[in-house]
């Protein structure tokens, strides 16, 4: 199978092992007939290439773990301090109605919105909470306000947990951003001598020789790209789940489709993670019905956005992706 996405390259990489351990037993099966590539490399430096790419593919998926990890930590504690913001307000309102902090009260934020905008009521409660709490001469009030067991410490105090929390996933979302730069100049590489050495295959056996024209295929064939899917996308407040359905492919060499997801708004091919595969034949080749697949993979909790892609994959190798569909849970 050619190239199509990150995840291949293990794959492809393996065949081109496969093969160049016979090309090296064609040529006389000793360290000083080998084939070698470009540099000097040798088969052995190329599978420890091929070992470099699959480790850094393994950290890439561990360090979106990690992003995921600090997204939904995050996420539980701005869900926590809007609901004591709520309750703060609730609570001014019942106890103090006429008092000139009822009207000095923050509106609650969206969940949604920018951690400034989400952080600056936050603060501004805090800091209306602490005036109360000092102010002695409210009638028929004694300081301090207490919400059941929430004081306003405890409050403060959640407050800076979620400050540290953006810290954290802005940190995970760092490291991610690096270490896909890092599996990209490795993928450049591995290609390149991927390319070489189907070069320097031909170059010394001929174009006739079974084994280069066994030669395992790094890219797809040209004039074989399949038509792309048109994909629909919506939250099922029902199930909890974003509900994503296509048409059936009536292309005669299709094998899958493979399903993708970015976090966030923005479709970007090099950070998209395949969550799912559906298999050929799903749908009926004569009604033609479409096909659907349930996920809440980076939907995790309210407000979370992500943007989904089907991708319809041939035996032949060749991949068309879909229109993106950005989802926002409620």
Same mark, same amino acid.
């Given at each position: ?163 540290? =929390?953006?810290?954290?996933? +802005? #940190? $995970?979302?760092? @490291? ?9 100049? *490795? /993928? ?44 629909? =996308?919506?939250?099922?407040? +029902? #199930? $909890?789940?974003? @509900? ?9 060499? *299709? /094998? ?49 956005? +992500? #943007? ?23």
């Amino acid at each position: 199978m050619p190239l199509t996405d990150p995840g291949s390259y293990v794959g492809v990489m393996d065949e081109i092992a496969a093969h160049w351990e016979d090309v090296n037993t064609e040529l006389g099966g000793a360290p000083a007939t080998d084939l070698k590539i470009a540099g000097g490399m040798t088969r052995a430096l190329f599978i420890t290439l091929r070992n470099d790419v699959a480790g850094k593919l393994t950290e890439e998926q561990d360090l979106e773990n990690a992003r995921q990890v600090s997204a939904t930590d995050r996420d539980q504690k701005k869900d926590t301090v809007k609901d004591q913001l709520g309750q703060f307000r609730s609570m001014v309102r019942a106890v103090l109605p006429k008092s000139k902090y009822a009207g000095a009260l923050p509106i609650v934020p969206q969940f949604s919105a920018a951690e400034s905008k989400f952080l600056a009521p936050l603060d501004d409660a805090a800091s209306v909470w602490a005036r109360i709490n000092l102010d002695a001469t409210i009638p028929g009030f004694t300081p301090p306000l207490v919400i059941g067991p929430l004081t306003q410490a405890q409050y403060l105090a959640n407050i800076t947990a979620l400050r540290t =929390a953006f810290t954290a996933l +802005a #940190t $995970a979302e760092n @490291d991610q951003r690096i270490g896909l730069r890092e599996r990209d100049v *490795l /993928l450049d590489d591995a290609r390149e001598r991927m390319v070489q050495y189907r070069a320097a295959v031909e170059a010394v056996l001929g174009p006739n020789h079974p084994l280069t024209q066994s030669l395992p295929v790094i890219t797809p064939a040209p004039g074989s790209t399949p038509d792309p899917v048109v994909l629909s =996308a919506v939250w099922n407040p +029902a #199930t $909890a789940h974003a @509900d994503l359905s296509w048409p059936e492919s009536p292309n005669p060499a *299709l /094998l899958e489709f493979e399903i993708r997801r970015c976090q966030g708004a923005t479709w970007n091919d090099a950070i998209a993670e395949v969550i799912g595969n559906i298999p050929a034949g799903a749908g009926s080749p004569v009604l033609i019905p479409p096909i659907t697949f349930s996920t809440t993979s980076g939907l995790d909790s309210s407000g979370d956005v +992500a #943007t989904f892609k089907v991708f319809v994959r041939l035996t032949t190798g060749n991949v068309a992706g879909s229109n993106a569909v950005t989802i926002t849970r409620p």
